[in-house]
């Protein structure tokens, strides 16, 4: 009998110890790298995990996007430490996280950056403040155009937090105060995956963006996604105004989706269309500079913004000009996406 209580304590001793070993002290979030007040624990436990999974899905199987990387944050109570609605979501916004407040529970908010997506719950009581996230494994569908900023700091309009432009250095400022004909007509721009490993087994990637800014106040965004290693090629198409203020350009979509398309014979070439989804539409203020590289002999229009944007990507590595990016007139090697059917 004594052997059988000793075994009991030894297990619950060994169960207690693993469940206070998945629910750790942390400083900062793991899926958005904004700092935690002081208390912050992280709780892996399987059911807390699974809790959360189920609360988070109740909002994302709205969105048509499944979830991975549940992350499940115990904060301190209200009472105990100044950390609220507000001081997160400039957390947030300081680190470049677009945040989209879903309007029918406003607990619930989706968080974009780049091309990724996160959702996440956060709710205050007396005892405890729990914050939830987990990253979409695909672009959710737009949300209601009744959704509004998670808080009114500055840039945000609409439904997403807008990036600000941002300042050139005055010396490479050398075409400023342009006028709507300095950016009418096509730009485009490549990128691609420069790894050593890709370099070296020669698997190649990229992704192409190009604006066309029309006469009229119109502009159309195009981008192309290709990898040997997907089985899809990824398409994006945009459609809305801008207005040029100054040295300043407002782009305002009113449309924007994204295409998956199958590989023709397996090749970069278009075959059947498999999926399309509309895209969150984000409005930017760009400063924007004509800029020319003696270098190559080309006049780039250059975009700057105080923190990337979904459409545009990462910045440039290209220092020249900070937080920016570059878009070249078409010719010679760098050459218009061709549409499907085209």
């Known amino acids: 009998m004594r052997i059988v209580i000793v075994l009991a304590f030894i297990i619950f001793s060994e169960a207690n110890l693993f469940a206070q070993k998945k629910l750790v002290p942390v400083t900062q979030s793991t899926l958005t790298g904004i700092a935690l007040p002081a208390g912050a624990k992280k709780d892996s436990r399987f059911l807390s995990v ?3 999974e189920m609360l988070l899905e109740m909002q994302t199987s709205k969105s048509n996007t499944k ?7 115990v904060l301190p109570a209200k009472s105990s430490v100044v950390f609220n609605i507000d001081s997160l979501a400039k957390k947030l916004s300081d680190l470049g996280w677009h945040i989209t407040v879903i309007a029918e529970d406003k607990k619930y908010a989706w968080l974009q950056k780049g091309t990724r997506y996160v959702i996440s719950y956060f709710s205050m009581d007396a005892s405890e403040t729990a914050l939830y996230l987990a990253e979409a494994t695909s672009i959710p569908i737009q949300q209601s155009q009744g959704n509004k900023p ?5 840039g945000t309009t609409g439904n997403i937090v807008t990036n600000q432009p941002a300042i050139t250095d005055v010396n490479k400022s050398n075409e400023n105060n342009l006028t709507n004909s300095a950016i009418i ?12 490993s890709r370099v070296q087994n020669g698997v190649m990637n990229y992704i192409s963006r190009q604006y066309t800014f029309n006469a009229n106040g119109t502009y159309r965004f195009i981008s192309k996604a290709y990898d040997p290693l997907m089985d899809k090629i990824l398409l994006g198409k945009e459609e809305g105004t801008y207005q040029v203020s100054g040295n300043n350009v407002s782009v305002s979509p009113g449309l924007s989706v994204l ?22 539409l984000e409005s930017v203020t760009y400063q924007f500079t004509k800029y020319y590289f003696s270098g190559v002999k080309v006049t780039s229009l250059v975009l700057q913004a105080s923190k990337a944007t979904q459409r545009d990507g990462p910045f440039s ?10 878009y070249n007139p078409f010719s010679g090697y760098n050459t218009a996406i061709k549409l499907p059917n085209e």
């Open 150 to 154: 998670l808080s009114n700091q500055p």
């Open 259 to 280: 295409e998956a398309w199958s590989k023709k014979d397996g090749r970069d070439e278009w075959g059947k269309i498999l999926s399309s989804q509309n895209v969150m």
């Open 67 to 73: 979830l991975s990387a549940t992350e499940v944050l």
């Open 317 to 326: 590595s290209n220092s020249t000009f900070a937080n920016a990016w570059y």
């Open 185 to 196: 007509g096509a730009w485009g721009a490549t990128a691609s995956d420069q790894s050593s």
């Open 50 to 52: 699974a809790a959360a």
